[in-house]
């Protein structure tokens, strides 16, 4: 078909239109055949809710995809959008620069604990990933310590699509699929143990212990051979699985005893969703780089990138000035558009005390959602900050099929918007959510497990 009959074909069509044709978009993370049975359609979305094309609203319980925590459509990330579309649709971060870019970093660098000073900017939470892999592979080279190779993940981790991210994390799902990525990966084990930890509030008490598997680790790797250790805060992506009291500060520990670099992967858990800016802070930690995404653009740009510790970032400004220190990024690394949707987002957060209200919100969020406890088929109920998960009893020789008929029964039938993972129902919604409207989820949610069990 020539260019000039697609332009013709697509004029005039509305966001609210219904697409006849389903079939060239392949889907990412989608069982494409069952969706374009019984598609899940939205076109518009304002504040906690979106609406589908028939113009039926839909309750965000997901905040899209971890990613609009201060609601969708906030006028001033859009006007921040549409100023910076009219002045600088590009401009290239390499050799170049343009203000948007600095003052985003500084204000995401004052956000961070320590000296966490510096960032590195990029488009998701799979490249953040790979950027701070590949950081951590520079710095021990940089450093004189280039037998530093291996990369620690751990189980039922997740890391984003990247083969760094795949290889360091810890979800079958993503990487049976794709050989043996990265070698020289290994990886602790998963801090879940349902016998000890199930239909807990906030962080497990029991746990911790789970970080001293890096001893054994090192052990049998040698220290001088290991660069990295990455870990998320919080299992999100697998079903929400909180670290576990006082895990975090031992593998700090265990990291410092070693000269292991410690990443917090905060694509998830950054602005907001545990209460604070960064689950660090939560957590009294601070690990030698940060990777985000997500809410730091409220989802309207794409953006992620990495902070990183002031020591780290020094190791590399020496030599020749006009060499460059780091070989690498990305076209679209700090875009213009993404930088302006970034610095309305923080200026919104702190203007509605966004991450107070997470903070305050906590525990009644957490009570609502273990009022679920005993719903028919309920294995385990687990929260912290502005999340949640329930683990159903999967359907005999079907897993999967019971979170799915939930996913479907939800949007269809409930007016929800909720995640999956496997059998798992995973409820994250926009951190503006008020009371009400926590128990308006909780109910709907409750149908969905009676309807489905």
């Not at 950027?131 to 592979?137: D, G, P």
């Not at 080279?141 to 291996?150: E, I, L, M, P, S």
């Not at 740009?301 to 690498?328: N, Q, S, T």
Request: hydrophobic share 40%.
């Amino acid at each position: 078909m020539a260019l000039d009959d697609l332009v013709t074909e697509g004029a005039g069509v509305g966001a609210d239109a219904i697409p006849n044709d389903l079939d060239a978009f392949w889907m990412p993370f989608t069982s494409n055949r069952s969706f374009k049975k019984r598609p899940r359609l939205v076109s518009r979305a304002k504040d906690m809710h979106y609406y589908t094309p028939e113009g039926r609203a839909i309750l965000d319980g997901c905040a899209g995809l971890w990613c609009v925590n201060p609601g969708h459509n906030r006028e001033p990330i859009v006007e921040a959008i549409r100023q910076a579309a009219t002045e600088v649709d590009f401009a290239p971060t390499f050799q170049y620069g343009h203000p948007q870019a600095f003052r985003l970093a500084s204000r995401i660098a004052d956000l961070a604990p320590g000296d966490l000073d510096h960032v590195f900017f990029c488009n998701s939470g799979s490249e953040a990933v790979d950027t701070a892999l590949k950081i951590a592979l520079a710095y021990h080279q940089t450093t004189g310590a280039g037998t530093r190779t291996r990369l620690i993940g751990r189980e039922r981790g997740y890391h984003g699509v990247g083969f760094g991210g795949i290889s360091v994390g810890g979800i079958v799902s993503n990487r049976r699929t794709f050989g043996t990525m990265l070698t020289g990966v290994d990886h602790l084990r998963s801090t879940y143990d349902r016998e000890h930890q199930a239909f807990t509030k906030g962080e497990p008490d029991y746990g911790a212990h789970f970080a001293d598997e890096l001893e054994r680790i090192v052990a049998l790797h040698d220290a001088s051979t290991i660069a990295s250790v990455i870990v998320e805060p919080m299992g999100g992506s697998t079903g929400v699985l909180p670290t576990p009291k006082g895990y975090l500060k031992r593998l700090r520990e265990i990291c410092d005893k070693y000269g292991i670099l410690l990443i917090f992967d905060e694509v998830i858990t950054g602005f907001g969703r545990l209460g604070h800016a960064f689950a660090a802070e939560r957590y009294g930690v601070v690990p030698d780089m940060i990777t985000f995404a997500k809410g730091i653009t409220a989802g309207a740009v794409p953006m992620g990138g990495v902070l990183v510790r002031k020591g780290i970032h020094d190791a590399f400004m020496k030599g020749p000035e006009h060499v460059v220190e780091l070989f690498h990024g990305y076209t679209y690394s700090a875009h213009p558009l993404a930088c302006a949707a970034g610095l309305a987002t923080l200026d919104l957060y702190a203007r509605e005390h966004t991450f107070t209200h997470a903070r305050a919100l906590e525990p009644f969020f957490a009570d609502a959602m273990m009022s679920l406890k005993d719903k028919p088929g309920v294995l385990d109920i687990r929260t912290v900050g502005i999340t949640g998960a329930v683990d159903l009893a999967p359907k005999e020789g079907a897993p999967g099929l019971k979170g799915y008929e939930a996913l479907e029964r939800a949007f269809h039938e409930e007016g929800l918007m909720m995640r999956i993972a496997g059998d798992t129902l995973v409820v994250t919604p926009p951190l503006i959510i008020s009371k009400d409207q926590v128990g308006e989820l909780v109910e709907k949610l409750g149908r969905v497990i009676e309807k489905v069990a």
